[in-house]
């Protein structure tokens, strides 16, 4: 009897104690929501378009070939944000890129990469975005792109083509390599910058994470070539993934800056070495030379100091008159005050050493180049990173003229940069084949639709006639 009473009290405690077991479940599930919707950087993509870019309010223009693709409000507003979706709704946004109410979303929305979020993850997402984000009520101006772009079922024929089998845990990994394999092909997405893409757009799978253009900025050959980071160790690639900077080796400008200061830098040390393991065993793809910096003599100063040390801080008046196209001027007026005259950085590389620097050692100059247009800025965890911005004291001219003297004083010195070029980043690089091409497809096409209405109309002409 005293046994049965016994147990009776347990089990109403045990009853009493499952309303708050459930609630902390929901808390915990909230809470690696959180992490989660770092991990993914929604809000990257999903801030407000203002200054201060209030995160999951949306409205921001992501640029496309297509045009812009603006950023829905994913705050659980029941009027204007994603207050309505049930889960279910959520997981087909994330893993299918289909509306609640049915439409396809443009694939500037990642759901080719989040499509592997497994259904645990899915669910703490949901959890965090309708329990810990305050609704705003702020509609998302609509995307309007031109013909034939507007057709968003369009998508469904894209999808079918590129949508891929999601990321499965591969039974040869190690728990550790399987996590980053993970977070860098679903949750960090790392393929929509780093992996070329095909004439329409797909992600290439023969050249994944071989490195490609994005917005004017080359998102390098991440692969362990020795041309990608075949020579970075796990500390190096940690580390830059936490901070955007690895001294004598390269630093994170453009989009690679945003990752790390709105998501990488908030992932804990495990996870980032994580994708660091992982990223060391990325089946090797060439693009080039080998990067290896630590070999490069950087004893021998690049030039005589004797004759450049004259020239240092001689006011930018070669900027100021506007006209100087000699690079020497130029570096020694605009660059020579941080990355020193010799190149090689501050003692303490706050000032990276232009020497030793994937932006400079590359085969391709582009980052060398939208550094000096549009400057280098991250908040890291502990300082702020900023290096100005030239688009306006410098022209077309100038830029090609002084990236021409850093890569032959300081790094490739095969590479050469000409006005063009310049100018084709200062406008957000290039544009995609199909782009450009879609005029004249919808030209061909109209004329095959005229040439099969005539068709129709000769042969039920012919066939009158025949009866
Ligand atoms: C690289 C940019 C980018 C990132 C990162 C991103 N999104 Fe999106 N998302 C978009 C864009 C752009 C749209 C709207 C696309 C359209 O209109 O076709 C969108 C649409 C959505 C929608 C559909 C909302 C609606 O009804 O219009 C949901 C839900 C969503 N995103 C959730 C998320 C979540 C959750 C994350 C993080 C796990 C995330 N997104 C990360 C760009 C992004
Ligand atoms: C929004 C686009 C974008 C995303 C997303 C992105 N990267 Fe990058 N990444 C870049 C760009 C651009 C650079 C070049 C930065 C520079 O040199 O200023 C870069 C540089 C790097 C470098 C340094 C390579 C070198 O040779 O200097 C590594 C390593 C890297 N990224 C890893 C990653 C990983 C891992 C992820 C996913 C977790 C990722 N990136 C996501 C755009 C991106
Ligand atoms: C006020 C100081 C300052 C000036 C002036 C300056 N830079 Fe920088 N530069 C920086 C800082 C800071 C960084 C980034 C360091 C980091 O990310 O840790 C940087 C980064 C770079 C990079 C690497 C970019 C990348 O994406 O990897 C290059 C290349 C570069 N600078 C070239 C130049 C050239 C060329 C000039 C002159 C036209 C110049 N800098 C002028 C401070 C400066």
Not at 58 to 73: E, H, L, R, T
Request: with cysteine; glycine share 8%; net charge negative.
């Amino acid at each position: 009897m005293r046994a049965n009473l016994g147990l009776i009290g347990l089990t109403l405690s045990l009853l009493a104690s499952f309303p708050a077991m459930a609630a902390t479940d929901e808390a915990s599930a909230a809470a690696r929501g959180a992490y989660l919707a770092k991990a993914a950087d929604c809000a990257a993509c999903h801030k407000a378009a203002n200054e201060d870019g209030e995160p999951y309010v949306g409205g921001y223009a992501i640029a496309s070939p297509m045009g812009d693709i603006i950023a829905s409000n994913i705050t659980p507003s029941k009027a204007d944000g994603i207050g309505r979706y049930t889960q279910e709704d959520f997981k087909r946004a994330l893993t299918e890129g289909i509306r609640k109410d049915g439409a396809h979303l443009y694939p500037a929305m990642p759901y080719t990469a989040y499509r592997g979020l497994t259904d645990d993850d899915i669910h703490a997402l949901y959890v965090y975005f309708m329990n810990d984000v305050a609704p705003v009520d702020i509609p998302t101006p609509e995307t309007d792109l031109a013909f034939p772009f507007n057709l968003r079922f369009g998508m469904a024929a894209w999808n079918a083509l590129f949508l891929d089998d999601p990321y499965t845990p591969s039974p040869d990994d190690s728990a550790k390599v399987d996590r980053g394999h993970y977070l860098v092909d679903t949750l960090g997405h790392c393929g929509s910058c780093h992996t070329p893409r095909n004439m329409l757009m797909g992600e290439r799978d023969d050249r994944y994470l071989a490195g490609a253009s994005i917005e004017g900025w080359h998102a390098p050959n991440i692969t362990s070539d020795p041309s990608g980071i075949g020579h970075w160790s796990e500390k190096e690639l940690a580390e830059y993934l936490k901070t955007g900077h690895v001294t004598g080796k390269a630093q994170a400008g453009g989009g690679m800056a945003e990752a790390v200061e709105n998501s990488l830098r908030h992932l804990s040390d495990e996870d980032l070495h994580s994708i660091a393991a992982y990223l060391k065993q990325v089946p090797a793809i060439s693009t080039g030379a080998p990067m290896n910096l630590e070999a490069i003599d950087t004893t021998v100063p690049p030039a005589s100091l004797a004759e450049l040390e004259p020239l240092r801080d001689n006011d930018p008046a070669a900027m100021a008159d506007g006209s100087s196209t000699d690079g020497q001027k130029l570096y020694q007026g605009a660059c020579a005050s941080c990355h020193q005259i010799d190149g090689q950085g501050t003692d303490d590389a706050f000032y990276p050493s232009l020497v030793r620097n994937t932006a400079t050692r590359g085969e391709i100059p582009d980052n060398l180049i939208m550094a000096i247009l549009h400057g280098v800025h991250r908040e890291t965890n502990d300082y702020t990173v900023s290096m100005p911005a030239f688009a306006e004291e410098l022209n077309d001219e100038q830029v090609a003229a002084v990236s021409n003297y850093v890569l032959a004083r300081y790094g490739n010195a095969d590479l050469q940069v000409d006005t063009a070029k310049v100018a084709a980043l200062r406008a957000g690089g290039p544009t995609p084949w199909f782009v450009q091409a879609t005029p004249w497809l919808l030209a061909a096409g109209t004329a095959v639709i005229i040439l099969v209405l005539l068709g129709i109309g000769w042969f039920v002409m012919r066939r009158r006639k025949v009866h």
